[in-house]
């Protein structure tokens, strides 16, 4: 027997017991079946309801569970275990919710919008006083880097507390191998690329970590340099195209993890990555990418016979001017991005000319999630 409708019709009202789980009749007319240890497990009395935890421990139940009695009372089913003093009873809409094998319906799992060069215009944006005192404001925020994976938040102090602030506003500072804050400043001695006055090739960061951090901000707190624009583009809209396009390299880019590494005197960060990453619904959900970053590949010379045309024709779609979008940054602008998703660069920029820094950091995409669910969505414990 599985969860699945039966084709006979039940009766109404109806349970009857099974040698592993009971069969009950849901609201709509179906039958379906749900196992014994699923429904001792989950009695609403499993979970505590101040810490919201489940305090029920299956691992020592001394027998395999067992419904001694099962019946349909008042939209709920009741059941009375057997060797045990507990009746459980569980409303019919819930276990309604749980007849299909499908995941708990999440708010925070929403399509991707794919954009190109020409969607700068159309960024969110959202006023960093607003963030500071609007809870709805916070709630589309998230919703901006769910969906588009970036968004520009304005009008920010000009202070280092204004970034601690705003990411406590979509969880915790992501301390990486730089520490919790960096800032992005040409360098006397540089050991990053992004420290130099150089062009910095399109990317995602920090790619040799086990797992890269996922939203990262960039709070500018100067930008009178000539040269120096902003290199966006949204690796979705990429991928997806090359996808349609390529499907063969796209199976390669998103089944084989290559190597990355950042290593420097006192530090020797490995991964291994696939360049495009897929959801659960084997939908693209972002890109690792690093051309600076990328370890010499170790696989099979012959696999890089096909692997590496791909790697590069995806490179090279990468940088079509479709995609990429060119800007300035200003100070008092926070960048925040997607940083599995949003490939980014930097034009070079002529140091003698002016001041540039801008102060960074990381945050998490699942606090970012999380906060976005308990914004938008009713606790399943109220
Ligand atoms: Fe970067």
């Given at each position: 027997?599985?969860?699945?409708?039966?084709?006979?019709?039940?009766?109404?009202?109806?349970?009857?017991?099974?040698?592993?789980?009971?069969?009950?009749?849901?609201?709509?007319?179906?039958?379906?079946?749900?196992?014994?240890?699923?429904?001792?497990?989950?009695?609403?009395?499993?979970?505590?309801?101040?810490?919201?935890?489940?305090?029920?421990?299956?691992?020592?139940?001394?027998?395999?569970?067992?419904?001694?009695?099962?019946?349909?009372?008042?939209?709920?089913?009741?059941?009375?275990?057997?060797?045990?003093?507990?009746?459980?009873?569980?409303?019919?809409?819930?276990?309604?919710?749980?007849a299909a094998p499908?995941?708990?319906?999440?708010?925070?799992?929403?399509?991707?919008?794919?954009?190109?060069?020409?969607?700068?215009?159309?960024?969110?944006?959202?006023?960093?006083?607003?963030?500071?005192?609007?809870?709805?404001?916070?709630?589309?925020?998230?919703?901006?880097?769910?969906?588009?994976?970036?968004?520009?938040?304005?009008?920010?102090?000009?202070?280092?507390?204004?970034?601690?602030?705003?990411?406590?506003?979509?969880?915790?500072?992501?301390?990486?191998?730089?520490?919790?804050?960096?800032?992005?400043?040409?360098?006397?001695?540089?050991?990053?690329?992004?420290?130099?006055?150089?062009?910095l090739e399109l990317?995602?960061?920090?790619?040799?970590?086990?797992?890269?951090?996922?939203?990262?901000?960039?709070?500018?707190?100067?930008?009178?340099?000539?040269?120096?624009?902003?290199?966006?583009?949204?690796?979705?809209?990429?991928?997806?195209?090359?996808?349609?396009?390529?499907?063969?390299?796209?199976?390669?880019?998103?089944?084989?993890?290559?190597?990355?590494?950042?290593?420097?005197?006192?530090?020797?960060?490995?991964?291994?990555?696939?360049?495009?990453?897929?959801?659960?619904?084997?939908?693209?959900?972002?890109?690792?990418?690093?051309?600076?970053?990328?370890?010499?590949?170790?696989?099979?010379?012959?696999?890089?016979?096909?692997?590496?045309?791909?790697?590069?024709?995806?490179?090279?779609?990468?940088?079509?001017?479709?995609?990429?979008?060119?800007?300035?940054?200003?100070?008092?602008?926070?960048?925040?991005?997607?940083?599995?998703?949003?490939?980014?660069?930097?034009?070079?920029?002529?140091?003698?000319?002016?001041?540039?820094?801008?102060?960074?950091?990381?945050?998490?995409?699942?606090?970012?999630?999380?906060?976005?669910?308990?914004?938008?969505?009713?606790?399943?414990?109220?």
């Amino acid at each position: 027997m599985t969860s699945a409708a039966l084709a006979t019709p039940v009766p109404a009202n109806s349970a009857r017991i099974t040698p592993t789980g009971v069969c009950v009749s849901l609201p709509d007319g179906r039958e379906a079946y749900f196992n014994a240890y699923w429904l001792r497990d989950n009695c609403p009395t499993s979970f505590d309801r101040q810490t919201r935890e489940r305090v029920f421990d299956i691992f020592h139940a001394s027998a395999a569970p067992r419904a001694a009695s099962a019946h349909v009372h008042d939209g709920a089913l009741e059941v009375v275990w057997a060797g045990e003093n507990h009746t459980s009873r569980y409303p019919l809409d819930w276990l309604a919710s749980y007849a299909a094998p499908k995941p708990r319906h999440d708010p925070a799992d929403l399509p991707r919008h794919a954009w190109y060069a020409d969607h700068f215009a159309d960024l969110g944006r959202f006023a960093f006083a607003d963030l500071m005192n609007d809870p709805a404001r916070v709630a589309a925020w998230l919703r901006a880097l769910i969906v588009e994976g970036m968004a520009i938040v304005t009008d920010m102090p000009d202070n280092d507390d204004a970034l601690v602030q705003l990411v406590a506003k979509m969880g915790h500072v992501r301390p990486t191998f730089f520490g919790q804050y960096f800032d992005v400043l040409t360098h006397a001695v540089p050991t990053n690329l992004a420290y130099t006055a150089k062009a910095l090739e399109l990317h995602t960061d920090t790619p040799a970590e086990d797992l890269a951090p996922g939203i990262q901000f960039l709070h500018c707190r100067a930008n009178t340099t000539t040269g120096g624009e902003s290199l966006f583009l949204d690796g979705v809209a990429v991928a997806n195209d090359f996808r349609v396009s390529n499907p063969e390299q796209f199976r390669l880019l998103s089944e084989t993890a290559i190597p990355f590494y950042c290593e420097h005197d006192d530090y020797d960060m490995r991964s291994r990555q696939t360049v495009i990453e897929l959801d659960a619904h084997g939908e693209v959900a972002g890109l690792t990418i690093s051309q600076h970053m990328a370890d010499v590949f170790d696989l099979p010379q012959q696999f890089l016979d096909a692997y590496y045309p791909a790697f590069c024709a995806f490179g090279r779609l990468l940088q079509d001017p479709k995609y990429v979008m060119r800007f300035r940054m200003n100070a008092g602008e926070c960048l925040v991005f997607d940083n599995h998703r949003v490939v980014h660069g930097r034009a070079a920029y002529d140091a003698a000319s002016g001041a540039r820094h801008l102060h960074g950091c990381y945050a998490d995409r699942g606090e970012m999630r999380s906060r976005y669910r308990a914004l938008v969505s009713e606790s399943r414990f109220k």
